[in-house]
């Protein structure tokens, strides 16, 4: 398998190489003995269903920063909390990448290079973030970074997780509602009014039309049903799909300003916490471009590129559109007060703010909406279902 592998060699210059090997943790090790420090490995291919993506490890990278700080703060030395942690733990894949881990370590082996043979269960801006502090030899206070910046991140997460939990399961409960009364009910109604004869509205009508469909073909309708399903199943699961997703969104005037905010915050954040632990702006900037999508991305090329040939930061970042009107201000500060890597994680923190405010004010006007449609589909199909019988009561009277 072909791997791209994003790397620093030992001036400290940024290169990317191609290298063909059976895995990503055989090509990480070979990257190793050229003497080069692994930040990201991206390629390769795995059996199974074409575009499916590979599974990720389910190591908890976060839980494992915790418990690292915590022992590293009690005075134990690094090979021995990883030690600890190994010894500690039950689950036979996370047991084998801590026990690869301090046999690396036992060789000689940095942490970030042992970490840098597992690209699929440390991500690349952990790694950054260790290999940063064996500069300077502040790993504990490297390790709180990250785990402050993890909770950050979960924070705002977690807020838009739970504020489409109830609205999704509006959608559900009214699509299963709906489908009910088109597929059961809709048919037994038919039946009924075929029976009575005479003459119903247009309306009426077409449901009857429905009603008689969903009784001779209600098995294809099932199967038709099923597949779409599955369908749609196999196109989110495509790694491309998420992409296509937020592309779509972002073309909404209002929803496409936010998803914005939300990528930027996201990518100052982690840049932020680079520069705070040293790392050059320009190797920063390369290796935080996977968290900006699309059209950002290519923003965020030529910017570096303006960096690299000595324009300012801030100037670099408000000719792109990388900035809003108080980030640019914010950053202006930064380059005169010399914090560049702090300013940048109160930007952050502002965009947070400003986006748990927009999903409050999104929710309470979305709910409310999407009940009001649910209960008028419903309430249409109802109504249309009984009007041939009003008609009927009203001729009899």
Do not use: C
């Not at 003995?33 to 074409?50: A, D, H, N, Y």
């Not at 689950?91 to 699929?120: C, H, M, T």
């Not at 968290?291 to 970042?317: D, N, V, Y």
């Amino acid at each position: 398998m072909l791997f791209t592998i994003r790397s620093v060699d030992k001036t400290g210059a940024l290169r990317t190489d191609s290298l063909d090997a059976p895995s990503r943790e055989l090509a990480s090790k070979m990257a190793v003995e050229r003497g080069l420090r692994v930040l990201s490995i991206t390629g390769g291919s795995s059996l199974g269903w074409p575009g499916l993506r590979k599974r990720k490890s389910d190591f908890p990278v976060g839980q494992f920063s915790q418990e690292l700080l915590t022992l590293l703060n009690a005075g134990l030395a690094l090979v021995e909390s990883i030690e600890t942690l190994n010894e500690k733990e039950t689950r036979a894949e996370r047991k084998d990448i801590l026990g690869k881990l301090v046999a690396d370590l036992f060789r000689g082996s940095s942490l970030s290079n042992a970490l840098a043979q597992f690209p699929n269960t440390f991500p690349p801006l952990f790694v950054a973030t260790v290999r940063a502090s064996e500069r300077t030899g502040g790993l504990p206070e490297a390790l709180e970074k990250y785990v402050a910046y993890q909770s950050q991140l979960d924070t705002v997460k977690k807020k838009i997780v739970s504020a489409s939990i109830y609205p999704v399961l509006l959608m559900v409960a009214g699509t299963l509602v709906i489908a009910f009364l088109m597929g059961y009910v809709v048919p037994k109604f038919a039946k009924i009014f075929e029976d009575l004869g005479g003459e119903v509205p247009w309306m009426s009508r077409l449901l009857i039309q429905w009603g008689h469909f969903a009784q001779d073909y209600g098995l294809v309708l099932l199967v038709a049903i099923a597949g779409a399903i599955v369908s749609l199943g196999i196109w989110i699961a495509r790694p491309q799909t998420p992409a296509r997703i937020v592309q779509a969104l972002q073309k909404m005037p209002a929803l496409g300003e936010r998803i914005r905010v939300y990528q930027l915050a996201r990518f100052y954040r982690s840049l932020g916490m680079l520069l705070r632990g040293g790392m050059p702006a320009v190797a920063s900037l390369e290796l935080v471009s996977d968290l900006l999508p699309g059209a950002l991305s290519k923003q965020l090329a030529i910017a570096t590129k303006m960096i690299r040939e000595g324009a300012p930061f801030s100037q670099a970042m408000e000719k792109t559109g990388l900035t809003t009107a108080v980030s640019a201000r914010m950053l202006r500060v930064g380059e005169r007060t010399g914090q560049m890597g702090e300013m940048m994680e109160r930007i952050a923190l502002f965009y947070d703010s400003e986006i748990s405010q927009w999903i409050d004010w999104f929710v309470k006007l979305f709910e409310p909406l999407l009940m009001a449609f649910i209960g008028l589909v419903i309430g249409f199909i109802v109504v249309v279902m009984y009007f041939p019988i009003f008609e009927l009561a009203g001729s009899i009277r």
